[in-house]
């Protein structure tokens, strides 16, 4: 279905852990339209378990956009436990205010690219946020998504591969709220 409003007519709702089990599925959808062939690959294929995982986490925060009934995309992730920012090993100095919200996942259905649907989803998630900083990881294959995330105020820190079989990462860090 080809999108029928921009970003800013769309609808963004905000879950909670609570939430999880009404939305699990929609993620998981959204997930696979946005990855398309990539899929196959083992590594995404587990992705189920990340929403999971996540969810699992005390402040895990959720944002969905929909357009009418349809979800046409999402952003999640969920507080790092205090002193144990892992990005911390990918800075010389880190910054004196470094209350963290790990961005874990953003996703948006194919036909919805190229208008604005990933930055209202990261802002909705990240700018009313009590941390100070905003860390994520962006494959390395990926300049230009990792140019996005620049335009936002994110800035490359380190590289780092979380699991065996996942792909080498850029680190990113920003201040929040966005710039």
């Not at 378990?49 to 357009?67: K, L, N, P, Q, T």
């Not at 390395?140 to 994110?154: D, I, M, R």
Request: net charge negative; glycine share 6%.
């Amino acid at each position: 279905m080809e999108p029928s409003l921009s970003a800013v007519d769309l609808d963004v709702r905000h879950y909670t852990h609570d939430g999880l089990p009404e939305i699990r599925q929609t993620l998981i959808d959204i997930h696979a339209d946005a990855q398309g062939e990539a899929m196959q690959d083992d590594f995404k294929k587990r992705f189920p378990w990340f929403v999971d995982h996540w969810g699992s986490r005390e402040g895990y925060s959720c944002v969905i956009a929909y357009d009418g009934d349809e979800a046409v995309g999402f952003a999640y992730g969920a507080p790092a436990v205090e002193g144990r920012e892992w990005w911390r090993e990918c800075v010389d100095e880190a910054p004196a205010k470094s209350r963290t919200f790990s961005y874990s996942e953003l996703a948006v259905r194919q036909n919805w690219r190229k208008k604005g649907v990933a930055d209202l989803l990261s802002r909705a998630l990240l700018n009313d946020r009590d941390e100070d900083l905003a860390v994520l990881l962006v494959d390395v294959t990926h300049p230009k998504v990792q140019e996005l995330y620049e335009s936002w105020g994110f800035r490359k820190v380190g590289e780092r591969q979380p699991f065996p079989d996942s792909p080498l990462y850029a680190v990113m860090l920003a201040e929040l709220p966005l710039t």
